[in-house]
């Protein structure tokens, strides 16, 4: 790999901690943003001269371009943005509270937006760089008890597709990661949970918490094999828009897409109906 500096949010655990842990072993400059000081201290000790801890709260926006004019300021580029941090938030849509509800949309959905908006003007400026959103295959195909969750991806992927056709003139790439379950905190240590109503017992909504028991056994996908082929990616050219990991997510995604094109097909005459 050429050597590079990468800025990843959210590097304290999942995909955030593994790509930090693999672009440092080769030799790669990592500024990673943590919310709390007691994290990653180890990689601190280990990288002094390539590791950059930032703390960081991605729902504030001001925060986000004053982090990013500091780190301009020492390293004068980066190469490639991982927008990692985020979070999954389970329950029926009427479970959640307004403060759930506007808390994921302001980690996943508008702190990624923010982040990308803040540091196109120095990418812009380079005439080069890499954009990595880390996203779901959640963001394609959705499941009952996960409706915030999937409007955050839904809406991230949407805002990305548009962004990397403005971006692509100024050889800026634009990447969608679209992983299946993962053996990462995501699933079993930070999944936060709607207070469950009786009413949605039995119900397609509390699917989920058979998803996050271990006991019923763990994700399929290993988180480090994955953090691999994402930092691979970033030297891929053209950029991959999107990049499904994970033989289920790919199984998944394949067949809620067909189906929605042959539902799509089945309505060319209600849609002509309307034209003039």
Known sequence: MKKQTWLITGVSSGFGLELTKQL??????????????????????????????????????????????KVYEKYGAIDVLVNNAGYGLFGAAEELTDQEAAKIIATNLTGSIQMIRAVTPFMREQQ?????????????????????????????????ESV??????????????????????FHYVSAQVAELMPEYDNNPA????????????????????????????????PALLRMVLGSQALDSTIQTLEKRVADFKKQTELAASTDF
Not at 45 to 64: H, K, S, W
Not at 164 to 181: C, K, W, Y
Not at 214 to 231: F, K, Y
């Open 206 to 237: 509390h699917a989920f918490l058979t998803m996050l028991d271990p006991a019923n056994g763990l994700a399929a996908s290993d988180p480090e094999r994955m953090a691999t082929r994402i930092i691979e990616s970033a030297a891929i050219e």
């Open 24 to 69: 440092l072993a080769n030799g790669q400059t990592v500024i990673g943003t943590v919310r709390k000081d007691t994290t990653v201290q180890d990689l601190m000790a280990q990288y002094p001269e390539t590791f950059d801890r930032e703390f960081l709260d991605v729902t504030d926006a001001t925060g986000i371009k004053k982090m990013l004019d």
């Open 164 to 185: 990397a056709q403005e971006l692509a003139p100024f050889n800026i790439g634009v990447t969608i990661v679209e992983p299946s379950d993962t053996r990462t905190e």
């Open 128 to 160: 080069a760089g890499r954009i990595i959103q880390i996203s779901s295959y959640g963001g394609q195909v959705a499941f009952a008890g996960n409706s915030m969750y999937h409007a955050t991806k839904w809406g991230i992927e949407g805002f990305c």
